[in-house]
């Protein structure tokens, strides 16, 4: 049975491209292709589609608007299709808060990568959508900070980052509220914890905005060259691998354009790597929703290295794909759901 999908953009052009593409898969076939909301939402009757591809701009009704009232009375595996501006990646960011499983890009001609390469990660992208967990939109609460912390927990935490503790996340489709999630469970005098989520370069530094006006640590999108300290969070930018480098004054951030890891750049592996070959048993190694395999090889070598090691566990996920794969070959110490995961990390750097 092909999985059956709906495409919904305001510009003919790019619904018959986006067509074309989706067709060129075996597995795949469009039911239909819709200009604007109202249209789409009466091919959603009739069609009964699998996926929707939806973008953001849209007339009569734009697509923010769409998404909210769809995931409120027809929820359903939706992936953005956003433009790469400033103004898009704060909306898409906003999508995935109101519910779509993932985005992509509209496709550019100006050789940042090959029709075909954005034809395969389209497709791949719909194909997680269908089998993901679709996940209520998320309720904002407080970011958590020492007060609210139990009372025995701000003194061992502060010798926690006095000692050296750094923690390592990696993540991919679903990440982006899963890291939300996991960060607003995390005080503000926290170790270092350094990020690699899966995301074009035009939207990571809207994610870390976003996530530093929510959160209590200090979130950044690393430049490279930052020298790591406790109550910071640095996000690898979109276009480069990110992992760790001893200094004469202790650790710092690195950047490497180097050739993408598991067809991913920045690469979960490079990180996790770094972190087990420099900071061994001082490493906090963690793996959340995602699709593929990014990062199980170098949360293992975490593991044998001596670090701590969490995977998000199944019934959390979006996508349980990277966590999956990383359990499979030995890499996770424990399991557990996202709710748990800020807490069962503090009270490993707390011990």
Do not use: W
Request: aromatic share 4%; glycine share 8%; with cysteine.
């Amino acid at each position: 049975m092909k999985t059956r999908v709906l495409v919904v953009d305001d510009s003919a052009l790019m619904r018959g491209l986006l067509t074309e593409m989706i067709n060129s898969a075996p597995d795949m076939q469009v039911v239909g292709a819709a200009p604007d909301a109202p249209s789409a939402r009466e091919m959603i009757k009739v069609l009964n589609p699998d996926v929707l591809t939806l973008d953001v701009q849209m007339p009569k009704m734009d697509g923010l608007e769409f998404l909210e009232r769809l995931m409120r009375l027809r929820p359903m595996p939706v992936v953005m299709v956003s433009a790469y501006t400033e103004a898009g990646s704060n909306s898409t960011l906003k999508a995935l808060e109101l519910g779509a499983v993932d985005f992509i890009g509209k496709p550019r001609a100006d050789g940042m990568k090959s029709m075909e390469d954005y034809a395969e990660e389209l497709v791949d992208k719909i194909r997680a959508a269908k089998g993901a967990r679709l996940r209520r939109q998320s309720i904002p609460r407080p970011p958590l900070t020492a007060t609210a912390l139990p009372a025995a927990s701000p003194a061992p935490l502060a010798r926690a980052v006095a000692s050296g503790k750094i923690i390592f996340v990696g993540a991919s489709t679903g990440g982006t509220e899963a890291l939300k999630e996991f960060l607003m469970g995390i005080p503000a005098d926290c170790p270092p914890i350094l990020i690699v989520q899966h995301m074009p370069e035009a939207f990571t530094a809207s994610f870390a905005r976003r996530l530093d006006g929510l959160c209590a640590p200090r979130i950044l999108e690393s430049q490279g060259n930052e020298k790591i300290e406790g109550g910071t969070v640095y996000i690898a930018p979109g276009h480069s691998h990110l992992q760790i480098r001893r200094s004469a004054s202790g650790y710092v951030t690195e950047l490497q354009a180097t050739p993408p890891v598991n067809r991913h750049r920045p690469s979960v592996d490079v990180l996790f790597d770094s972190a087990a070959s420099l900071v061994g048993r001082q490493a906090v190694g963690v793996i959340l929703t995602g699709m593929g395999k990014d990062g199980a090889q170098g949360l293992l070598r975490m593991r044998q290295a001596g670090a701590r090691t969490f995977g998000q566990d199944e019934a959390s996920c979006v996508v349980y794909g990277m966590p999956r794969e990383a359990f499979v070959v030995g890499a996770v110490e424990e399991q557990c759901s996202l709710d748990d995961m800020a807490k069962r990390v503090l009270q490993a750097v707390s011990r």
